[in-house]
T-cell receptor, first 110, second 113 residues
Framework: GQQLNQSPQSMFIQEGEDVSMNCTSSSIFNTWLWYKQDPGEGPVLLIALYKAGELTSNGRLTAQFGITRKDSFLNISASIPSDVGIYFCAGDSGNTPLVFGKGTRLSVIA | EAGVAQSPRYKIIEKRQSVAFWCNPISGHATLYWYQQILGQGPKLLIQFQNNGVVDDSQLPKDRFSAERLKGVDSTLKIQPAKLEDSAVYLC???????????FGPGTRLLVL
């Protein structure tokens, strides 16, 4: 089945640093989604991307839908302690269920 | 607006026992999803309902898992009998319709001993 390769698996950064994570797939997706999951909670949608090449921002978050439709990245600028959590990418091909990556665990050191 | 509600939040059972989880989606959301999230993995869809009908249950282990959404609102997911590998977080999500943004509940953490 479809799989998403998400990297890095985990990151330890200093408060104030910028963060970048990405997701790649061997399959084409129509939609790329980025979620954040806090401990003990369900994932929360951060950004949705609907068109190849699309660059979308949400506050300090910026995400892009790759031109090939097989990849996406998420950047977080000027990280703060509440950015700690697990970030998941998810791809939607329209015909099959959402496919999630394995997540990037972000730790922020104050 | 109230979010997706799930109960219980935690459950510990022994293998071969049965367990049931309950989900109350956001009011007015026609589509309901059950996901299984194993530790260190992303969520994996088990079953998707549109109102009270099943849209996709291709990844549901039907020999032991069952789910229903009889009145098109609340839903229950049952495992009978449970196996050790069923230990996971079971997430419920809902959306206005198919393809719309999914909103997740807090999940039920299941530990099978």
């Amino acid at each position: 089945g479809q799989q998403l390769n998400q990297s890095p698996q985990s990151m330890f950064i200093q408060e104030g640093e910028d963060v970048s994570m990405n997701c790649t797939s061997s399959s084409i997706f129509n939609t790329w989604l980025w979620y954040k999951q806090d401990p003990g909670e369900g994932p929360v949608l951060l950004i949705a991307l609907y068109k190849a090449g699309e660059l979308t921002s949400n506050g300090r978050l910026t995400a892009q839908f790759g031109i090939t439709r097989k990849d996406s990245f998420l950047n977080i600028s000027a990280s703060i302690p509440s950015d700690v959590g697990i970030y998941f990418c998810a791809g939607d091909s329209g015909n099959t269920p959402l496919v999630f990556g394995k997540g990037t665990r972000l730790s922020v050191i104050a | 607006e109230a979010g997706v509600a799930q109960s219980p939040r935690y459950k510990i059972i022994e293998k071969r026992q049965s367990v049931a989880f309950w989900c109350n989606p956001i009011s007015g959301h026609a589509t309901l999803y059950w996901y299984q999230q194993i530790l260190g993995q992303g969520p994996k869809l088990l079953i998707q309902f549109q109102n009270n009908g099943v849209v996709d249950d291709s990844q549901l282990p039907k020999d032991r898992f069952s789910a229903e959404r009889l009145k098109g609102v609340d839903s229950t997911l049952k495992i009978q009998p449970a196996k050790l590998e069923d230990s996971a977080v079971y997430l419920c999500a809902s959306s206005l319709g198919k393809g719309e943004t999914q909103y997740f509940g807090p999940g039920t953490r299941l530990l099978v001993l």
